[in-house]
């Protein structure tokens, strides 16, 4: 196996391979607050090694080893054909393993003899010495060996973590799948009693934190994280099904938390809702729903985070969020049509003067922001929930004077409840009310 950098356990039979680390965690998050859709796939969601069925063919030789090797066997063919030719009968031992001369010319044969070449690898033997079908055997062994060590040279985005295979299947179905299953990883485990699993993408500090809980070394995982980093161990976590390990640390990290659940529509939003569902937190998933919804403009995707079905939408089907978003937003459409309705029948209204007053103002008004000729339809594309209320809310209202019932020759403005679009959208909810976690848990 290739050498580590870095070791959880020493004597660890697993050698996890990450390669492309550090590779940009929830992009899509970006793509959602420019109105972009969102792939349906990111880093986070990484698919495990091919499984094969179990069969004898397993253990012999893979054919795909001497593929690499296969321009090599032509050139000492043409070698042999010559030295045929020139009447050589048999190679000497010390031409077998020494690198092959470059052809030479017919009419000289005495330069046919074998001169050694500095800079030139290591070949196989000519095809005039028969080899058993053991040796070939083992030496493809030893060859598929010496590939298997052969790896890209170490950089920045290549890892190589020392981890035990116990602890692997202890704490984690995926890994246990992996090790124990019908994969090629198993397979080789259970012959070699080692094995190398690679893994694509993970945040290195995030994936050392997990298996580092895994493996029971909490005294080495970070007491202070990030709201990102926090983000990154739980989508981990949740990948290789491992909330348990991680869980005795959520506390402390939280508490350390400095950022808090935003206001605005913002990538650290996103992330406190995905943190929020994965550690079970009621009053933070509560809080960040709602804005969420509140202030979301179109469909509310997964961001390329595994959030459940049963919150947002999936192969077509809203979550309740999204159910949430468009059922507050219509109601809220609705009920401005009801008011109008209500002031042209003139059940709301004080006088045929107030009545006319008013309608004409809210016909205006919902005229000016494309509501009253036609109503938008579901899911509501290009329209929050919070823009619109705060655009009721800044109707203007009309004002006007009528005849003093005291005083019959003074007039005075005109006030009553309905003559104010303040008094008749006084009941508007501030923002869609965000998600019940424990709820959820009975869906």
């Known amino acids: 196996m290739n050498q580590p950098t870095h070791i959880i356990d020493s004597d660890g039979e697993v050698i996890i391979i990450l390669r492309n680390a550090n590779s940009p965690f929830a992009p899509g998050i970006a793509d959602t607050m420019t109105g972009m859709a969102l792939p349906e796939s990111g880093h986070c969601v990484q698919s495990p090694a091919e499984v094969i069925e179990p069969s004898p063919e397993v253990f012999e030789p893979q054919p795909e080893v001497f593929e690499a090797p296969q321009p090599r066997p032509r050139r000492l063919k043409t070698k042999y054909k010559k030295k045929k030719k020139s009447g050589t009968i048999q190679t000497p031992p010390e031409a077998a393993s020494a690198p092959s001369p470059e052809?030479?010319?017919?009419?000289?044969?005495?330069?046919?003899?074998?001169?050694?070449?500095?800079?030139?690898?290591?070949?196989?033997?000519?095809?005039?010495?028969?080899?058993?079908?053991?040796?070939?055997?083992?030496?493809?062994?030893?060859?598929?060996?010496?590939?298997?060590?052969?790896?890209?040279?170490?950089?920045?985005?290549?890892?190589?973590?020392?981890?035990?295979?116990?602890?692997?299947?202890?704490?984690?179905?995926?890994?246990?799948?992996?090790?124990?299953?019908?994969?090629?990883?198993?397979?080789?485990?259970?012959?070699?009693?080692?094995?190398?699993?690679?893994?694509?993408?993970?945040?290195?500090?995030?994936?050392?934190?997990?298996?580092?809980?895994?493996?029971?070394?909490?005294?080495?995982?970070?007491?202070?994280?990030?709201?990102?980093?926090?983000?990154?161990?739980?989508?981990?976590?949740?990948?290789?099904?491992?909330?348990?390990?991680?869980?005795?640390?959520?506390?402390?990290?939280?508490?350390?938390?400095?950022?808090?659940?935003?206001?605005?529509?913002?990538?650290?939003?996103?992330?406190?809702?995905?943190?929020?569902?994965?550690?079970?937190?009621?009053?933070?998933?509560?809080?960040?729903?709602?804005?969420?919804?509140?202030?979301?403009?179109?469909?509310?995707?997964g961001w390329v985070l595994p959030i459940s079905d049963k919150v947002i939408v999936s192969n077509g089907i809203s979550g309740l969020m999204n159910e949430s978003r468009e059922k507050a937003i219509n109601s809220l459409v609705l009920f401005l049509h009801e008011t109008l309705e209500a002031l042209l029948s003139r059940t709301r209204g004080c006088s045929f003067e107030c009545s006319s007053m008013m309608y004409g103002a809210l016909a205006m008004h919902m005229e000016s922001i494309h509501l009253l000729s036609s109503k938008p339809a579901v899911p509501f594309p290009n329209l929050k929930y919070n823009d619109l209320r705060q655009k009721v809310l800044s109707f203007k209202s009309p004002q006007w004077c009528g005849w003093s019932r005291v005083f019959s020759n003074f007039t005075e403005t005109h006030r009553c409840y309905d003559s104010s679009f303040k008094s008749l959208f006084a009941n508007l909810s501030d923002c869609i009310e965000g998600l019940d976690l424990d709820s959820l848990d009975s869906l």
């Open 103 to 301: 052809p030479t010319p017919m009419e000289d044969p005495a330069a046919e003899e074998p001169v050694p070449e500095p800079a030139a690898s290591p070949e196989p033997a000519p095809m005039e010495n028969p080899v058993p079908e053991q040796h070939v055997a083992e030496q493809s062994v030893i060859e598929d060996h010496a590939v298997e060590e052969i790896c890209e040279p170490l950089d920045e985005s290549c890892f190589y973590i020392q981890v035990s295979a116990k602890h692997l299947i202890f704490a984690t179905p995926v890994f246990k799948r992996i090790l124990t299953g019908g994969w090629k990883e198993s397979i080789t485990y259970l012959r070699k009693g080692s094995v190398e699993i690679t893994a694509e993408g993970w945040d290195i500090e995030a994936l050392l934190c997990v298996l580092h809980a895994i493996h029971g070394k909490y005294y080495d995982v970070p007491r202070k994280l990030t709201l990102e980093m926090l983000a990154k161990v739980a989508a981990i976590a949740d990948y290789y099904e491992c909330r348990e390990s991680v869980y005795p640390m959520a506390e402390t990290w939280l508490n350390s938390l400095e950022e808090r659940v935003p206001r605005t529509y913002s990538r650290d939003l996103i992330l406190w809702l995905w943190v929020s569902w994965f550690f079970q937190l009621p009053s933070q998933f509560k809080e960040s729903t709602s804005v969420v919804m509140s202030c979301s403009e179109n469909v509310i995707s």
